[in-house]
């Protein structure tokens, strides 16, 4: 390294080049040096050119060695300013840019992370659009400006997005990063992919829970149809066509939220993904078959026979049955989706249509199929009922506060009761035991109404109003084997109160879609990153630590000199 004297109008500032020599400069001299003695002498002697031949073989291997792949850049570095500049490379011609003191000025810390953020707060919505295979395959290819040196930096912050949209979100990240019953909330340390000010495409802003009201309504259906058919409320004297006008309008409303996601599945695939992994709302993935359950098996008289044919079984329970195994599958083999791990009110989605299933299997004539649903249903839903009964140490905590998540809990026994009930055709112990054990709960979520108060409206409320509607059911099953005052009022009491909600929620979904236009806010439960992005502030370089720098490379070289000139000179 060599050391340049700069002019006595530098106001005492002085400049050190660091750049590296590299030997071949100095073999260059050392030749120019022994081609001038030699002509003064007028004489060389042959065994100086073979040694300095083998001299230069030898510097030509530590060279190529010592010599690097990457670009080589130059640096002067002020010692008293703290003031650097950079020559970088650039399409058109080399630029000179001068480089302040801030923290950003000396080798870019935290650079990663700033592109990124400002690449999410442009709005970019495309990172959650269907991609396909050969785009993908596109986007891992290498371009040319991934060659340069600075290119793979900017490039690797730039695609921080894709490959935290691309690749599976572990089941813990959404608890880490979400809050909230639903999870539907983000912390405020987090960092999301899209701007939480800007409102997003429509089809990015509809849950899969919108599948909930679906499964409200359909259950409606059935309510209505067992108060118009039982012997038990023959005294109200329901007409028919209520069912009817229910059943219409939940295979209404069943199919325009399915065609509405099935374009979101097509153009916003990657969002759909986010949602298939989200600890909560896999869950919802059962619910358009349920509610395809819910409709055959409270279809009117007047549109279908009393007996259904069993294709209609195999079309809506397959589907179901082959999720399941899936969902089953992971909670039993462990893993990052463990049951103990992911378990939370809204996975007796994933059993309470075992049981739904069963009815409907009985309802088709195929009863030995509905024994087999329904062990398997009340098998997991024992272990589900622990789970979160008990709240293992190796869980995440529930919420605190109450919510209509919670009466999920009555949804399971009472469906088990009923499909019980169908199966075998009379209300005996264990089917009166799930009764019992749902009307329990039942009665313990009513007692501690004033918890349910100071929650802010959300579409998935709507799943939460089936469990108290299949409690009414049951209840006038059970009014049926046993009648009495007293139960035929706790029937006709439960399904008012379904009812009520359910008006309740259908009349709030109208004005926060249509009048105050808030149904669909963004949903950023989808738009968490793989990894949270710690914002730290990392030390900068000072001048003091630029003079021990410096000091340091210049003892380095110029050892390294001395042991290559005393090389020489044993040579």
């Given at each position: 390294m060599d050391k340049r004297e700069t002019p006595p109008n530098s106001l005492h500032t002085?400049?050190?080049?660091?750049?590296?020599?590299?030997?071949?400069?100095?073999?260059?001299?050392?030749?120019?040096?022994?081609?001038?003695?030699?002509?003064?002498?007028?004489?060389?002697?042959?065994?100086?050119?073979?040694?300095?031949?083998?001299?230069?073989?030898?510097?030509r291997s530590l060279r190529d060695a010592r010599r690097p792949h990457n670009k080589t850049f130059s640096r002067q570095v002020s010692l008293e300013t703290g003031f650097s500049v950079?020559?970088?490379?650039?399409?058109?011609?080399?630029?000179?840019?001068?480089?302040?003191?801030?923290?950003?000025?000396?080798?870019?810390?935290?650079?990663?992370?700033?592109?990124?953020?400002?690449?999410?707060?442009?709005?970019?919505?495309?990172?959650?659009?269907?991609?396909?295979?050969?785009?993908?395959?596109?986007?891992?290819?290498p371009t040319r400006k991934e060659k340069g040196m600075e290119a793979p930096k900017i490039d690797g912050a730039a695609r921080l997005d894709d490959e935290s949209v691309n690749r599976s979100v572990?089941?813990?990240?959404?608890?880490?990063?979400?809050r909230g019953p639903e999870l539907d909330e983000v912390k405020d340390t987090e960092d999301i992919l899209l701007p939480k000010d800007e409102k997003w495409p429509f089809l990015l802003r509809f849950p899969i829970g919108c599948f909930g009201i679906c499964l409200g309504l359909s259950s409606q259906a059935v309510l209505w149809r067992a108060l118009s058919t039982s012997p038990a409320t023959k005294f109200l004297h329901v007409p028919p066509f209520i069912n009817l006008g229910l059943w219409l309008l939940a295979v209404a409303v069943l199919?325009?939220?399915?065609?509405?996601?099935?374009?979101?599945?097509i153009f916003y695939f990657e969002a759909v993904r986010r949602e298939y992994f989200h600890p909560v709302r896999i869950n919802f993935f059962f619910a358009p078959w349920v509610v395809c359950m819910f409709l055959a098996i409270g279809v009117p008289p007047v549109v279908a026979?009393?007996?259904?044919?069993?294709?209609?079984?195999?079309?809506?329970m397959g589907p179901y049955f082959f999720l399941e195994l899936k969902i089953y599958g992971q909670w039993l083999s462990g893993g990052k989706r463990r049951l103990c791990k992911v378990a939370n009110p809204s996975s007796h989605l994933s059993v309470v249509g075992n049981f739904v299933g069963a009815i409907l299997a009985a309802k088709v004539g195929w009863k030995e199929v509905g024994k087999f649903l329904w062990a398997v249903g009340f098998a997991h839903y024992l272990v589900l009922f622990v789970t979160l009964y008990q709240r293992l140490p190796t869980s995440e905590a529930l919420p605190k506060e109450l919510h209509p998540v919670?009466?999920?809990?009555?949804?399971?026994?009472?469906?088990?009761?009923?499909?019980?009930?169908?199966?075998?055709?009379?209300l005996d112990g264990l089917s009166r035991t799930c009764y019992f054990i749902a009307l329990f709960l039942y009665v313990s979520l009513v007692v501690r109404i004033n918890f349910f108060t100071g929650f802010r409206f959300s579409v998935a409320w709507w799943s939460y109003t089936f469990p108290m509607t299949t409690a009414s059911v049951a209840t006038i099953k059970y009014a049926e084997h046993v009648p009495s005052v007293l139960t035929k009022g706790l029937a006709l009491s439960l399904s008012f109160m379904s009812s009520a909600m359910v008006c309740v929620l259908f009349v709030s979904t109208l004005l926060h879609a249509f009048v105050w236009h808030t149904l669909f806010p963004n949903d950023l439960a989808i738009a968490i990153?793989?990894?949270?992005?710690?914002?730290?502030?990392?030390?900068?370089?000072?001048?003091?630590?630029?003079?021990?720098?410096?000091?340091?490379?210049?003892?380095?070289?110029?050892?390294?000199?001395k042991d290559f000139d005393g090389q020489n000179e044993g040579d």
């Amino acid at each position: 390294m060599d050391k340049r004297e700069t002019p006595p109008n530098s106001l005492h500032t002085h400049f050190v080049d660091i750049h590296e020599v590299l030997p071949e400069e100095e073999e260059e001299e050392e030749e120019g040096t022994a081609r001038m003695e030699d002509k003064e002498k007028g004489t060389i002697r042959m065994e100086d050119k073979v040694t300095r031949r083998l001299h230069k073989q030898s510097n030509r291997s530590l060279r190529d060695a010592r010599r690097p792949h990457n670009k080589t850049f130059s640096r002067q570095v002020s010692l008293e300013t703290g003031f650097s500049v950079l020559n970088r490379e650039s399409k058109a011609k080399d630029d000179r840019r001068v480089l302040p003191r801030s923290g950003h000025s000396f080798g870019g810390f935290d650079s990663a992370t700033r592109i990124g953020v400002e690449a999410r707060n442009r709005g970019d919505f495309s990172i959650f659009k269907t991609k396909s295979t050969l785009s993908k395959q596109n986007s891992l290819m290498p371009t040319r400006k991934e060659k340069g040196m600075e290119a793979p930096k900017i490039d690797g912050a730039a695609r921080l997005d894709d490959e935290s949209v691309n690749r599976s979100v572990p089941a813990g990240r959404y608890f880490a990063a979400l809050r909230g019953p639903e999870l539907d909330e983000v912390k405020d340390t987090e960092d999301i992919l899209l701007p939480k000010d800007e409102k997003w495409p429509f089809l990015l802003r509809f849950p899969i829970g919108c599948f909930g009201i679906c499964l409200g309504l359909s259950s409606q259906a059935v309510l209505w149809r067992a108060l118009s058919t039982s012997p038990a409320t023959k005294f109200l004297h329901v007409p028919p066509f209520i069912n009817l006008g229910l059943w219409l309008l939940a295979v209404a409303v069943l199919i325009s939220v399915s065609f509405t996601y099935i374009l979101k599945c097509i153009f916003y695939f990657e969002a759909v993904r986010r949602e298939y992994f989200h600890p909560v709302r896999i869950n919802f993935f059962f619910a358009p078959w349920v509610v395809c359950m819910f409709l055959a098996i409270g279809v009117p008289p007047v549109v279908a026979p009393e007996t259904l044919h069993p294709a209609i079984w195999c079309a809506f329970m397959g589907p179901y049955f082959f999720l399941e195994l899936k969902i089953y599958g992971q909670w039993l083999s462990g893993g990052k989706r463990r049951l103990c791990k992911v378990a939370n009110p809204s996975s007796h989605l994933s059993v309470v249509g075992n049981f739904v299933g069963a009815i409907l299997a009985a309802k088709v004539g195929w009863k030995e199929v509905g024994k087999f649903l329904w062990a398997v249903g009340f098998a997991h839903y024992l272990v589900l009922f622990v789970t979160l009964y008990q709240r293992l140490p190796t869980s995440e905590a529930l919420p605190k506060e109450l919510h209509p998540v919670y009466s999920m809990f009555i949804a399971a026994p009472s469906a088990a009761s009923i499909a019980w009930q169908a199966i075998y055709g009379d209300l005996d112990g264990l089917s009166r035991t799930c009764y019992f054990i749902a009307l329990f709960l039942y009665v313990s979520l009513v007692v501690r109404i004033n918890f349910f108060t100071g929650f802010r409206f959300s579409v998935a409320w709507w799943s939460y109003t089936f469990p108290m509607t299949t409690a009414s059911v049951a209840t006038i099953k059970y009014a049926e084997h046993v009648p009495s005052v007293l139960t035929k009022g706790l029937a006709l009491s439960l399904s008012f109160m379904s009812s009520a909600m359910v008006c309740v929620l259908f009349v709030s979904t109208l004005l926060h879609a249509f009048v105050w236009h808030t149904l669909f806010p963004n949903d950023l439960a989808i738009a968490i990153t793989k990894k949270r992005l710690v914002k730290e502030k990392k030390p900068f370089k000072k001048a003091y630590d630029l003079r021990r720098w410096t000091k340091q490379a210049l003892t380095k070289h110029n050892s390294a000199n001395k042991d290559f000139d005393g090389q020489n000179e044993g040579d």
